[in-house]
């Protein structure tokens, strides 16, 4: 036992020299084996590979759930939307009474009812989703374009048409327009108020009646 015990020590110390030099040798941080991979070679593999996509699928992800979590809950949308809807409303009972003031025309309540209750529920579910998507770029483009086609369709009718025209139209067109104009971005409001100032230079039309 003994003997057997110093040939095993013997070997270890044959050994553990050799091992030394070995990991002497090598260099830290080096790699035992060098590729030689151009940077065309390597730009190919990593498409290939599908890291990119991946990174970009993650980040996708990441922000369609930031954005559902920032969300506001959907009772406080309906609270948000009736806040406006209400005075929304209220201006476009305001503009049929002076429309009809404007004309001398005797307002029926039954007409009045019939018109604000087939109105009011069209602008309730535009003015709940234009709120919603407020922030979105392709909403305030949108709201831009409807102010400007809104405001330019109301002074044409008011100088070109008949007042029976301007009794049905001018209403709903001024409560538009108002509307768009609030929800706009400031710098989207000026650019909708010069584009309808650009139309009543281009024809030429009146503001004061």
């Known amino acids: 036992m003994g003997r057997k015990g110093q040939s095993k020590a013997a070997n270890l110390a044959e ?17 035992l084996v060098e590729l ?12 290939q590979s599908g890291i990119l996509d991946k990174a970009k699928e993650v980040k996708v992800k990441q922000n369609e759930e930031e954005y559902i979590e920032h969300r506001i809950p959907l009772a406080e949308e309906i609270f ?22 404007q004309y001398r025309q005797q307002l029926a309540v039954q007409s009045l009812v019939d018109r604000m209750g087939s109105g009011v529920p069209i602008l ?15 909403m305030q483009l ?7 086609l809104s405001s330019s369709r109301m002074i044409y009718i008011l100088n070109m048409e008949s007042w029976l025209v301007n009794m049905q ?8 327009w108002v509307y768009c104009v609030v929800q706009l971005d400031l710098l989207l409001s000026l ?14 039309l009146r503001l004061a009646f």
Do not use: C
């Not at 050994?15 to 790699?31: D, I, L, M, Q």
């Not at 309730?124 to 392709?138: D, E, H, N, P």
């Not at 650019?191 to 030429?204: E, H």
């Open 169 to 176: 139209q001018a209403p709903p067109l001024a409560t538009l």
């Open 36 to 47: 030689n991979i151009s940077e065309e070679e390597q730009t190919r593999l990593i498409k």
């Open 15 to 31: 050994k553990r020299p050799s091992e030394a030099a070995a990991s002497s040798s090598r260099v830290p941080g080096k790699p």
């Open 80 to 101: 948000n939307a009736i806040i406006y809807i209400v005075p929304t409303s209220f201006l476009l009972l305001l503009m049929e009474i002076l429309i009809h003031q």
């Open 124 to 138: 309730a579910i535009f003015v709940f989703y234009t709120l919603r998507y407020k922030s979105y770029r392709s």
């Open 142 to 148: 949108l709201l831009l374009s409807i102010s400007v």
């Open 191 to 204: 650019v909708s108020l010069v584009g309808t100032g650009a139309f009543v230079w281009w024809k030429d």
